[in-house]
């Protein structure tokens, strides 16, 4: 029935991919710490894509995060799934994907928890329900929502929200959908990827978060990836 009894601990690890996010990730370590939830531990993987600006060796210097350095800019997906596979060899129950950028608040943390705890598979921290917003001008809300509009019509999961992402996923859940077959290895991965639990049959549920656009270093999302979207998307839907 999708429901999930979790034992008095939890191990939930967050996955975070990095490419030059050295003064950022100074300051997102120390938050994602100081959130204190009972009978949950926190654990962070980093996944550095050989940073020139030292994110790595920076990084190291917290107690509870483990560092893995690629060779070279290998993608958003492909930096995803190497780090929720370290994730599920260690046993965690739930995994989180989020930004280094200081763009995804990690006050949200017990919110994601607390759905997961109602027997909810994966978790969406939504810009687009209730509550939910962004400090973006009113033309990048507009291509935000019509993109993620456009998922939603094309692949038909439950969610308003299926380019964020701020995620919380169960592990076995995530692990199912990690065995299926990934054609994207940058930011449309997370529409395959959501598209894929959804296949699994996961319970999706949206949780109202605000996103705050970053303030230091540059945004990895080039237009070509917008470009490619729709193609990505009706690629997706044609291939089941």
């Avoid at 050295?22 to 550095?48: E, R, S, Y």
Wanted: hydrophobic share 40%; with cysteine; glycine share 6%.
């Amino acid at each position: 029935n999708g429901s999930f009894l979790f034992s008095d601990w939890m191990l939930a690890v967050i996955v975070t991919p990095t490419y030059n996010e050295k003064a950022n990730i100074k300051k997102l370590i120390p938050k994602i710490f100081a959130q204190k939830i009972p009978g949950v531990t926190f654990k962070l993987i980093v996944v550095d894509d050989n940073s020139p600006d030292g994110t790595a060796k920076e990084a190291k210097k917290f107690k509870n995060v483990q560092v893995i350095s690629r060779p070279a800019k290998l993608g958003l997906g492909s930096a995803y799934v190497t780090g929720f596979g370290e994730a599920i060899k260690q046993k965690a129950d739930v995994i989180f994907s989020m930004d280094a950028d200081l763009s995804h608040n990690f006050e949200y943390a017990k919110d994601f928890i607390e759905q997961i705890k109602k027997g909810f598979d994966v978790v969406i921290g939504s810009r687009n329900v209730p509550g939910g917003g962004t400090n973006w001008p009113i033309s990048r809300k507009f291509i935000s929502r019509g993109a993620s509009f456009l998922a939603q019509v094309i692949l038909g999961v439950p969610a308003k929200d299926l380019t964020s992402g701020y995620r919380c996923y169960k592990a076995r859940i995530l692990k199912k959908a990690l065995n299926r077959e990934f054609k994207s290895t940058s930011y449309s991965f997370l529409e395959e990827l959501i598209y894929y639990c959804h296949l699994e049959k996961a319970k999706i549920t949206e949780i109202p978060i605000f996103f705050k656009d970053r303030t230091v270093g540059q945004s990895k999302l080039r237009k070509m990836e917008i470009v490619k979207f729709p193609f990505t998307l009706l690629r997706l839907r044609l291939s089941k």
